[in-house]
């Protein structure tokens, strides 16, 4: 008996051009004298990547068949694997792709348990990796010179390659085909999506479609690691992998059209302020500080109170800014689109209350809506520093009502009618706030009160109308407090203007101070002077003991139409 020196198959396996690899694969074939096996062509399947941590195997059954020498038996077909891998030492990271290859009799025709000429070999070849990615890798299998391949017979495992993808909290993101099936091997035959998840490991909403495509809508208020599985099945077999979403950043969203179920989510926003207040809380996946809260625009208004937690930015749909430039948050490009802002469209953001509409904590920003009728339209203390822009306030109650914080605020206007207290009230605020006009009409208490503040405050074109006290009270300022045209005119009895011992200076540009039984103008100052910058056109007090009272002031008080006063000093008696 001779043995013949066995048929020798490769594989070749092509990675990046600093990564080198061949595999070689002995198969011994133990036979009788006389017998050789047929010759085929190669057979070469390829896979879209090897990928570290996971396995392919592939079958390839072969036909062995007598040729024309001599008739002898095949006594057995035995087969032995060698490997050897050759790697570029220059390669930064080298992943490591190893093939084995085992045999097995699939058919035996005389049923001797030997593999005879006319039987079927079954040839099994398992590919792994390990290390970093492998891509491109090729896998080239040639078919024995002594066997005839069995057409149609090949088939391979599928490989399903794990997956990561990003969201923006309460935004669900759709990836388009062929999504999770872009990294896989679907093997052969082509592998199909078996039993698809439905929801996440932490109760996301899945839609997971045949050709790999999916959405992905985080748990309402959810931000960290979220995933999902799926499986690749095939006549081979099955392989897993795991999709994760890592959520991050996050939106609440508010709509009064909307119909529930309601969890604030862009797909089913909370439909009233009443709704999210009951939530924010900052408990589990509850509203929490630093959060942002978004307002759909509507023609009904929307009824607070609401109270914010620190750090909270809240955002009407007037804002001028976009969604993302306000919150700072860039959406992944898979994700739901956000709502535009500033639509121009006539319908606004209007918030009432019958109490105070929004009460602020601290480090909060406030943008894009209207301070309709309420208690107090914006109200807080020790509030850290406040952020206002595209915000008008505009109803019936106080406008605003702020003690203690740092003010960074630039208002579309200002107004404030039948206030049951003062129609505005700041009272130690630093920064600096900016409205084109201010109107306050008809407040029980003072019009306007500025006390012990340091900040640059300008009302722009003011008017203070019916107060039941004070019309505009400035004491013990150390921040410039800027008018345009000022106008005064309280109740009897009641004083237009009074300026108490102010550091800073003090500026009107025109306008008419008009008090009955009440000084009209009073600015003093118990040492020091007050600078002054003040220009009004008229100045009357009908039947007060003193029309304009001047007392340790600088600059200058010019009244520019007729006014019996004096400028500098201390005016004494009626205009």
Known sequence: MSRPRAAVSSRKSRLTKTQR?????????????????????????????????????IVQPFQARKNTGPGANLLRFAGIEKTARTVNPSAPLVPTVTASKTDSLFADADSDSQADPGDTIKYTVNIGASGSDATGVTF????DPNTTFVAGSLTA??????????????VRISVAAPGVLANDFTGVPTATITSPPVTSANGGEVTLNADGSFTYNPPAGFEGTDTFTYTLTNAAGSNNATVTITVSGMIWFIDNNASCPCDGRLTKPFNSLASFQ??????????AANDNIFVYESAIDYVGPVTLLTGQKFIGQDATGTLSSITGLTPPPESDPLPTTNSGNGTIVNITSAGSAITIATGNRLTGFTGGNAGTDITGAVFGTLTISDVTLN?????????????????????????????????????????????????TGTGLSVNTSSGSLNFGNTNASSSGSTGVSLTTNTGTITFGSLNISPDASQRGLLATDN????????????????????????????????????????????GIVLSNTSGSFTVTGSSAGFCGGQVTGSP
């Open 21 to 57: 690899i061949s595999i070689v694969a002995l198969i011994s074939l133990l036979v009788l004298s006389g017998v050789a096996l047929s010759s085929s062509a190669a057979l070469r399947a390829k896979l879209g990547l090897a990928k570290a941590g996971k396995a392919a195997e």
């Open 140 to 143: 080239t299998d040639n078919v």
């Open 157 to 170: 495992t599928p490989v399903a390659v794990d997956d990561s993808y990003s969201a923006l909290g309460n």
């Open 278 to 287: 009951a939530v924010n809380n900052g408990a589990g996946n509850n509203p």
């Open 395 to 443: 109803g019936a109650g106080q406008a605003l009502n702020l003690s203690n914080g740092t003010l960074a605020a630039t208002f579309v206007s200002i107004s404030s009618t039948n206030s049951t207290t003062t129609g505005i009230s700041l009272t130690s605020v630093a920064g600096n706030l900016t409205s084109p006009t201010t109107t306050i009409t008809n407040p």
């Open 503 to 546: 550091t800073n200076t003090i500026t009107s540009t025109s306008g008419a101070v008009t008090t009955i039984g009440a000084t009209a103008v009073e600015i003093t100052r118990t040492s020091g002077t007050t600078p002054l910058a003040i220009s009004e056109t008229s100045v009357a007090a009908n039947g007060g003991s003193n």
